[in-house]
């Protein structure tokens, strides 16, 4: 029975090796072997017949070699899910024949003189020896396979002493076999108690040849059970379909989605929920399916009262010894995520104030609607005095201001060749290929002179224009736009009111670009610049939660110099690799100054471009630094745009589970003004969710957005934080949204590290 029992440990143990398997397999089997062998040893010494010990060496080592080979194949045997009785039937033979083999040899070696074999007696062994092995590797198959549960304990110790029981009684009977006990026992008074190891064994073997059975039936009725549970039970709607594409099962909730009856349902298929157009699409997925090619799709179905609902179809085959009977079906209603989705796409291709194409369709129309081999014209606009009057009227009467001037500007350029964007604040765009952009901003310009009427004030603005050609200055897609905003800023240097075209002396001006550049090398040599901290809110009791790292520069010469000025030339030179290590080396260094005063801090984030995620010693860097200043990752996040994302998935993603991996936390910046697709979200290693501040400005008119957004990250378990906040307006409706933090003016600017430190002090919050 310890034998039983050490065989099912050893062999589960094996099964849960992930590493050196085949150590502990022979390590097993040598250990089985030994008790096995001392088995034998008891029951030797408990026959009374003499035996010689002249070969004792020799029998110890070949008993101890055969029994051992026996418990590796059972043990490695045992490892599978043996499904053809043939197999079952074959292992058992070798384990009868190493046993009955062991046994035998050893008794000839033991009890030489006394070996007359009983043929009948012999093959009746070697039966009941093969009955034994083939119950309990069914056994040992079927406990090794099966998740351990309380009833799994109870027929483990049941069927080890069964089988202990019916392995005891295996030597005797062969003993019985090779020895003729009936003369040895002539004058005693019972001539055939020899035969009782036989009825013991037969017995025994009765009962174990019951325990695979029935422990079988009761793990196919748990099975069972669990699949029907999961089944009916499953809060998405279950599909089941054989081959022909028949519905054959259904749950409440399938009903609940088609909203169909489930009777109605069962006298249905699958191409039911089809148009006819829809099911030659849908056609090639279905096949992948059967294949096994495919597991998911994202598809559109008709519902009962006619409307369309977008699902995504996860699928299983059934397949059934071996052979593919139909197809499991878990069908999600995505149709709000989809809503959600394309609301969210839209707006990353559109300005969201006046519903214009923004910087990044612009990209898009130029590399593909007007073409490389066209010729075309780029119209930068901007608008004179604008920001006085947004500071004069407040930003309500700037909005619709705005507006005004989109719908002025589409009157006048509107054309199937042309395309207008607002690029940001009061820049518009304008690419031509049907007018000329001479002839376009002199009519634009003109237009403007004429008195616009908002809420009853009139106001006349002044267009300051600039003008470039493809391929005429350049033919590079993304420099002619360079071109023409360098052509606007000399019409703004020229008192605006009017248009320039560009000129190659306009160049100039990126010479200034390279001193900086030079002087922002030189900075980042000599640490000359410095990390400011903009704490993060918890809106439920104005506690700060953790810091936003950002990058300031105060030039000798020329005083602080914008992120936004020197950010996009560390991006175009290349330096934004060393920027960005710079600043997560001051971070780390900050952080353990904190840790060493008590002050805690739950994280703070710092930007990261995609030029430092693709960096190949990147998590090198990041260890390092983390042991160097003896600081744990959680105590820092890492703020990626979307932009990160799409752009090399897999090696990102990667990445930045590597991140995770040591407690670093991962938020997608700006979310909402990029690709804001589901299916990456759900895809991609990410904890934490920025709404874009663009959306926090129009709170108002974005409820929905936002609300969408932060339902989204819900259901994905992601944190929401909304940056840029300003008013206590957009403060109470983010808490009526349910929004739980957030970062902006309102709190507090970013500020330098002494004056973060006495904000964190204890009692300090926001009122």
């Known amino acids: 029975m310890g034998s039983c029992i050490a065989g099912i440990e050893i062999s589960r143990r094996v099964k849960e090796e992930a590493v050196s398997k085949q150590r502990r397999l022979i390590s097993g089997s040598l250990f089985l072997g030994l008790t096995f062998w001392l088995t034998y040893l008891f029951m030797a010494a408990s026959v009374d017949l003499p035996f010689s010990v002249s070969n004792y060496p020799m029998y110890m080592v070949m008993y101890y070699v055969l029994v051992t080979a026996a418990s590796y194949i059972a043990l490695s045997m045992a490892q599978f899910q043996i499904r053809k009785k043939i197999h079952y039937i074959a292992v058992s033979i070798i384990i009868t024949l190493c046993i009955v083999g062991a046994d035998s040899l050893g008794f000839y070696i033991l009890f030489n003189d006394l070996i007359e074999v009983t043929p009948i007696f012999l093959v009746v062994t070697i039966l009941l020896t093969l009955g034994t092995s083939l119950s309990i590797f069914r056994f040992l198959i079927q406990i090794t396979n099966e998740q351990f549960s309380q009833v799994a304990y109870k027929w483990k110790f049941f069927g080890c002493c069964l089988a202990g029981i019916a392995l005891a009684g295996i030597p005797y009977i062969i003993l019985v076999s090779l020895v003729n006990f ?163 796409e839209y707006l990353a291709y559109h300005d969201e104030l006046t519903g214009l194409p923004n910087r990044r369709m612009v990209k898009h129309k130029i590399k593909t609607h007007f073409g490389l081999k066209s010729s075309y014209d780029i119209l930068v606009i901007d608008f004179d005095r604008f920001k006085r009057i947004n500071d004069t009227f407040g930003h309500s009467f700037g909005d619709q201001l705005l507006v005004e001037i989109s719908e002025k500007l589409m009157q006048t350029s509107k054309g199937e060749s042309s395309l207008l964007a607002r690029l940001s604040g009061d820049e518009f765009l304008i690419v031509t290929k049907e007018k000329n952009g001479k002839e376009l901003s002199n009519l634009v310009v003109e237009g403007f002179k004429q008195p616009m009427t908002i809420n009853g004030i009139e106001i006349v603005l002044s267009a300051s224009i600039g003008i470039a050609s493809y391929p005429l200055h350049t033919e590079n897609g993304e420099d002619i736009h360079i071109y023409a905003d360098l052509a606007m800023r000399e019409s703004k240097a020229r008192g605006g009111n009017c248009w320039t075209e560009y000129q190659t002396d306009f160049a100039e001006v990126s010479e200034s670009k390279l001193s900086l550049e030079h002087d922002l090398r030189k900075a980042i040599e000599q640490q000359d610049l410095v990390v400011y901290y903009q704490p993060k809110y918890k809106l439920k009791d104005s506690a700060i939660t953790g810091a936003e790292a950002l990058l300031r520069w105060n030039h000798p010469d020329r005083g602080f110099i914008s992120p936004g000025v020197f950010i996009p030339i560390a991006e175009e030179t290349k330096l934004i690799v060393s920027l960005e290590r710079y600043v997560i080396g001051k971070v780390c260094r900050q952080l353990s100054q904190w840790k060493n005063q008590a002050i805690n801090l739950e994280r703070v984030s710092i930007n990261l471009s995609i030029e430092s995620i693709f960096q190949e010693d990147f998590i090198d860097f990041i260890l390092k630094t983390l042991k160097e200043y003896e600081i744990e990752g959680s105590s820092l996040e890492f703020e990626i745009t979307e932009r990160i994302v799409m752009k090399n998935e897999e090696y990102v993603n990667n990445t930045l589970q590597e991140m995770r991996s040591l407690g670093i936390e991962i938020s997608i910046d700006d979310f909402g003004t990029g690709y804001s697709s589901l299916s990456y979200l759900h895809r991609m290693h990410v904890d934490v969710l920025k709404i874009d501040q663009s959306f926090i400005h129009h709170i108002s008119t974005n409820k929905a957005i936002i609300s969408a957004v932060l339902s989204m990250a819900k259901s994905l378990d992601l944190k929401v934080i909304a940056e840029g906040v300003e008013t206590k307006e957009q403060l109470d409706l983010l808490k009526l949204l349910g929004c739980e933090e957030a970062q902006g003016f309102y709190f507090c600017r970013p500020v330098p590290t002494d004056e973060f430190e006495r904000l964190i002090q204890p009692g300090r919050a926001v009122s």
């Open 182 to 344: 009936e003369k040895l026992n002539e004058t005693a008074s019972e001539p055939y108690l020899f035969l009782a190891p036989f009825i013991f064994v037969i017995g025994a073997n009765l009962l174990l040849m019951l325990v695979p059975d029935i422990y079988g039936d009761q793990i196919l009725l748990r099975n069972t059970n669990s699949v029907q549970s999961l089944f009916n039970h499953n809060p998405l709607a279950v599909f089941s379909i054989d081959l022909t594409g028949k519905i054959i099962d259904v749950n409440e909730q399938a009903a609940a989605l088609s909203g169909f009856s489930k009777q109605e349902l069962l006298r249905m298929t699958v191409r039911d929920f089809f148009s006819s157009p829809q099911k030659e699409k849908i056609r090639p997925n279905v096949s992948s399916i059967v294949n096994g090619k495919t597991t998911n799709i994202e598809t559109q179905i008709n519902k009962k009262n006619g409307e369309k609902a977008y699902v995504r179809i996860t699928a299983t085959r059934t397949i059934m010894n071996g052979k593919l009977i139909g197809v499991f079906g878990i069908v999600e209603d995505i149709t709000d995520s989809k809503n959600s989705e394309k609301t969210i």
